[in-house]
T-cell receptor, first 111, second 111 residues
Framework: KQEVTQIPAALSVPEGENLVLNCSFT??????LQWFRQDPGKGLTSLLL?????REQTSGRLNASLDKSSGRSTLYIAASQPGDSATYLC??????????FGKGTRLSVIA | DVKVTQSSRYLVKRTGEKVFLECVQD?????MFWYRQDPGLGLRLIYF???????EKGDIPEGYSVSREKKERFSLILESASTNQTSMYLC??????????FGSGTQLSVL
């Protein structure tokens, strides 16, 4: 079964710190991978989409990388701010079924 | 801007009632999805549709049905609501192989 795992489930960091969120997946034959942000009680917002042929994508302070051979992706957040506090979810398109989601990492940035 | 609209933000229903959750997207997307999200379980796919009048079962279709009579609208139906269907319901849409766009979610409570 194709699975997506995010560890840790929760992370707390002081404001200004650079941080990395991790995502691992069980099958290297992916079409693309997306990172989402979810604020409490709200829907998900797509942050970055990495196609299988790409190694990374950047948007502002966010940088997502993809290593298909090792089944891993990372989301790097530079100079974290309290407004970055949210749950971050990784989702993988394995091509056969709709996106498979990880359970997310709940990030708290402490002022 | 892309918009996925879910008809209700909060909904309270009684056990045994028939419940309709409506989702409308204004982007002419082929693909539409219904997920439910529960603490500790993450997002789980209920049903999805790749075209008008087409539907496919996701991971947890039991107790649910869907309708897609028009491209922009995808309805989730709880035939006879039960307390274990209390959850956050999220609708999403996308073109094939591209970013997924989510609605704001409907928090359903079944009493």
């Amino acid at each position: 079964k194709q699975e997506v795992t995010q560890i840790p489930a929760a992370l707390s960091v002081p404001e200004g710190e650079n941080l990395v969120l991790n995502c691992s997946f069980t099958d290297s034959a992916i079409y693309n991978l997306q990172w989402f942000r979810q604020d409490p009680g709200k829907g998900l917002t797509s942050l970055l989409l990495i196609q299988s042929s790409q190694r990374e994508q950047t948007s502002g302070r966010l940088n997502a990388s993809l290593d298909k051979s090792s089944g891993r992706s990372t989301l790097y957040i530079a100079a974290s701010q309290p407004g970055d506090s949210a749950t971050y979810l990784c989702a993988v398109d394995f091509g056969v079924t709709p996106l498979v989601f990880g359970k997310g990492t709940r990030l708290s940035v402490i002022a | 801007d892309v918009k996925v609209t879910q008809s209700s933000r909060y909904l309270v229903k009684r056990t045994g009632e028939k419940v309709f959750l409506e989702c409308v997207q204004d982007m002419d997307h082929e693909n539409m999805f219904w997920y439910r999200q529960d603490p500790g379980l993450g997002l789980r796919l209920i049903y999805f549709s790749y075209d008008v009048k087409m539907k496919e079962k996701g991971d947890i279709p039991e107790g649910y049905s869907v309708s897609r009579e028009k491209k922009e609208r995808f309805s989730l139906i709880l035939e006879s609501a039960s307390t274990n269907q209390t959850s956050m319901y999220l609708c999403a849409s996308s073109p094939p192989g591209v970013k997924l766009f989510f609605g704001s979610g409907t928090q359903l409570s079944v009493l």
